[in-house]
């Protein structure tokens, strides 16, 4: 079992709809939990962290931390074409991050 | 502030044949990683320094990987002998110790392919 797992993809939403991406994690050690937008080709940029149990607003992305479930999530809002990417998620245990395999969101004009 | 950067972008080498990365982390950082990601997957980290001591290479394959970050700024991944399993995206990333959020920047990085 991965010590990350991200809901498999790919993911395609119209444009101005939400889409939701999820996240669990086996390490109970993790302290915080990022979330990575990784464009084809380039390297990942991160969008979001969170380390507290409850949901994080960065203006259209919303995370979300359950600890005792092991489950994160990232929601994005009013999605455009620009949001097209691939989402990684990330936990972090003594300044060791471990990454899922990512999910592929494509936006649909 | 310049990011991270690395060198080259793209290598493609023949299997067998020796190639090396290198990586200048944002000024200031002192901790420094390697990832490799495989087409479809994650980063999977490869090694991390704090300063010029490297305080987790458990990940690395010692028979033919190594690095070196000798005056704790840059540093260098080598492979020798490149194998064709070794074609993948390596990546340089740094980060600040003692935040304890553990933000990492990544570099552009390196697309290997072994022929």
């Known amino acids: 079992q991965k010590e990350v797992e991200q809901n498999s993809g790919p993911l395609s939403v119209p444009e101005g709809a939400i889409a939701s991406l999820n996240c669990t994690y086996s390490?109970?050690?993790?302290?915080?939990f990022f979330w990575y937008r990784q464009y084809s080709g380039k390297s990942p940029e991160l969008i979001m962290f969170?380390?507290?149990?409850g949901d994080k607003e960065d203006g259209r992305f919303t995370a979300q931390l359950n600890k005792a479930s092991q489950y994160v999530s990232l929601l994005i809002r009013d999605s455009q074409p620009s949001d097209s990417a691939t989402y990684l998620c990330?936990?972090?245990?003594?300044?060791?991050?471990?990454f899922g395999a990512g999910t592929t969101v494509t936006v649909r004009a | 502030e310049a990011g991270v950067v690395q060198s080259p972008r793209y290598k493609i080498i023949e299997k067998k044949q020796p190639v090396a990365f290198w990586c200048n982390p944002i000024?200031?950082?002192?901790?420094l990683y390697w990832y490799l990601q495989n087409l479809g997957q994650g980063p999977e980290l490869l090694i991390r320094?704090?300063?010029?001591?490297?305080?987790?290479d458990s990940q690395l394959p010692k028979d033919r990987f190594s690095a070196e970050r000798l005056k704790g700024v840059d540093s260098t991944l080598k492979i020798q002998p490149a194998e064709l399993g070794d074609s993948a995206v390596y990546l340089c990333?740094?980060?600040?110790?003692?935040?304890?959020?553990?933000?990492?920047?990544f570099g552009p990085g390196t697309r290997l392919t072994v022929l």
């Open positions: 990330a936990s972090s245990n003594d300044y060791k991050l471990s």
């Open positions: 390490d109970r050690g993790s302290q915080s």
């Open positions: 969170i380390y507290s149990n």
């Open positions: 000024s200031g950082h002192n901790t």
């Open positions: 320094y704090e300063n010029e001591e490297a305080v987790d």
């Open positions: 990333a740094s980060s600040l110790r003692g935040d304890r959020n553990n933000e990492q920047f």
